[in-house]
């Protein structure tokens, strides 16, 4: 069966909020709501087809966008390439230029829609930010903690609290002050045995990649509200962490990095050919820093994480 490569997009008001558009009742997945946008011709470029349907569908035309995710999905009768681009400018005002219902939501609203299951890595995609702060090790408390507020005031919006030296009660106790810090403000990861997530419901959890061995064959351990993520090496545990259901990854190393120098980094061929088989958010890790970010995308990575290069102090 022929894959349909589709172009769509996320596109973000000046206030932040999302542009859904509803499916009509008689198409394909009819009455689920998506991210506008429709087929690329033969021939065409995905960023002439989706200015093209985004003109016909909402009478807008993108004047700045970039790519967000790839999503392969097969339906029992239809095989699609969902080629996704975020769109931050257009001029014009969106209506439903074909009579279709829109909807202006929040990130955090996306979670109420009800989507067809290929746009589902779509909205995860959506609701997270370029940048992924992991904590250095070798700090204090006290340091990890003046670190972590200079993040927040910088625009930090994801963090993982790592410190693999820390005693587990001296972790679990920074990981009470670092998710006071920031509630309402950042999203944060944290590290450590599956028996502590009752302890810490508000947490998002990073896997390692052992763990993500260990575990992968029981799927996710807990619902889809929380933020699951692993770290991954290798194209079979990108494997493993779509079979468990996680969010999003790390992939690492990319470039040789000073905190794993025993590593063989993947380079940026390799990764980009990682990517093209994985369909969820990923983040690239190792020897990687905030001015990779466009080569990122490029390739299809959500964004970059990083210790050293991304940490303020």
């Known amino acids: ?31 689920l709501w998506e991210f506008p946008g429709g087929k690329v011709e033969d021939g065409e470029s995905v960023q002439h087809a989706l200015a093209r349907e985004l003109e016909e569908e909402l009478g807008i035309v993108p004047s700045r966008s970039r790519p967000l995710i790839q999503v392969r999905h097969d339906y029992a009768d239809k095989h699609v390439l969902l080629d996704v681009w975020e769109v931050t400018e257009f001029t014009g005002k969106p209506h439903g230029a074909e009579g279709q219902a829109l909807a202006w939501v ?4 996306l979670d109420d829609y009800e989507f067809p299951e290929a746009n589902k890595p779509i909205v995860a995609a959506a609701r997270l930010p370029e940048r992924y702060l992991i904590t250095p090790e070798g700090l204090s408390a006290p340091e990890l903690i003046r670190g972590v507020q200079k993040a927040l005031s910088s625009g930090i919006r994801l963090l993982q609290l790592r410190a693999p030296a820390m005693f587990d009660a001296q972790y ?13 403000k950042a999203q944060v990861m944290l590290k450590g045995p599956l028996e502590w997530l009752g302890d810490f419901p508000a947490a998002g959890w990073h896997l390692t990649s052992k763990q993500l061995r260990q575990y992968a064959a029981n799927g996710r351990p807990f619902p889809p509200h929380r933020w699951l993520a692993a770290s991954c090496h290798s194209a079979e545990e990108l494997t493993l962490a779509a079979q468990m259901g996680v969010d999003f990854v790390t992939l690492s190393p990319v470039q040789p990095t000073a905190t794993h120098p025993e590593a063989t980094p993947l380079g940026w061929e390799q990764t980009a050919n990682l990517l093209q088989s994985y369909n969820q958010p990923v983040y690239l890790l190792g020897g990687v820093t905030p001015a990779d970010l466009e080569r990122a995308w490029q390739i299809g990575a959500q964004g970059v994480a990083g210790i050293r290069a991304f940490w303020p102090e």
């Open 172 to 184: 679990r106790d920074l990981a009470v002050d670092v998710m006071g810090l920031c509630a309402g």
């Open 1 to 31: 069966m022929k894959r349909i490569h589709v172009a769509a997009a996320v596109i973000r008001g000046t206030d932040g909020l999302i542009l859904l558009a509803k499916r009509p009742d008689d198409k394909h997945q009819g009455g």
């Open 106 to 109: 929040s990130q955090k609203q």
